[in-house]
């Protein structure tokens, strides 16, 4: 029988050929995705609210007067994501997980207890990564609500939050997430890390395109993107960001259903 890692290799071999097949397609467009959706920034959140402030495991942090910053990963969880979270939690940084259901919830179940239970934030990237403006209404529905349950059987929190795969979304989808209670999150910044094993690049390119009020796209999937996670919040600190969670970032406003957030 192959090993767990010989499998994880196929499946990330896989994950990245229709990756890289999506990037040909938005190559005309610029590194901060391929959605040309209506977007609501965080700053944009924040001043429709007039809640207080969101408490966050990593103490409390108010992104109206802090230069904030969020660190998020899609695909996992996977044979990295322990390493991971190890990194994260000597670092004291928070970041936000898009976790794929097939393959990954559910082989790594104790990993998405962990993520969890250390005080992340918990969210969607559907079950098989299928790109959902090619689905029908029920099969939307169900790669968003499979994960949802699985999630919320292994935390006890039904995630709010989701990343539809590539990025693509249109109103169909918005009104389904609208129906689920969910929320969609784009991103600022991508690595292309599915791209290259090169760590010192993948530390570059987010630190070229860094910003306040940036979410920043990585995959715990790929051989070279946790090596690359301490250089690039040594320096993101050192520039005087703090790492946020993606619901820290819009307090003390709160993603909305059926909105899409970048």
């Not at 929190?157 to 969609?184: F, N, W, Y």
């Not at 760590?199 to 070279?224: F, K, P, T």
Request: charged fraction near 25%; charge should be neutral.
């Amino acid at each position: 029988m192959p090993s767990l890692t010989h499998q994880m290799h196929k499946t990330g071999n896989r994950f990245q050929a229709a990756l890289m097949s999506a990037a040909a397609a938005c190559l005309a467009l610029s590194l901060t995705g391929c959605a040309k959706v209506d977007t609501t920034a965080p700053s944009a959140a924040r001043a429709e609210a007039a809640t207080a402030t969101a408490q966050a495991r990593f103490g409390t942090v108010d992104c109206r007067h802090t230069k904030c910053i969020a660190l998020t990963f899609d695909a996992g969880p996977s044979e990295h994501s322990a390493k991971l979270l190890d990194i994260l939690k000597e670092k004291q940084v928070p970041a936000t997980f898009f976790l794929l259901g097939k393959r990954h919830i559910e082989k790594y179940p104790e990993l998405v207890k962990r993520m969890a239970d250390e005080g992340h934030e918990v969210a969607s990237h559907t079950w098989d990564h299928k790109i959902l403006t090619r689905l029908k209404p029920d099969e939307i529905r169900e790669e968003l609500e499979r994960p949802n349950r699985e999630i919320e059987r292994l935390t006890g929190k039904r995630p709010t939050l989701m990343r539809p795969p590539q990025g693509r979304t249109d109103t169909a989808v918005h009104d389904i997430c609208e129906e689920l209670g969910m929320s969609e999150v784009l991103w600022t910044v991508t690595a292309k890390d599915y791209t290259t094993t090169d760590s010192a690049l993948i530390q570059e390119r987010v630190l070229a395109q860094a910003s306040r009020d940036g979410i920043i796209l990585l995959h715990d999937l790929y051989d070279g993107t946790v090596p690359a996670v301490p250089g690039i919040i040594d320096a993101l600190k050192a520039r005087g960001y703090v790492f946020v969670t993606v619901p820290q970032l819009l307090a003390p406003g709160k993603a909305e259903p059926g909105k899409v957030y970048r």
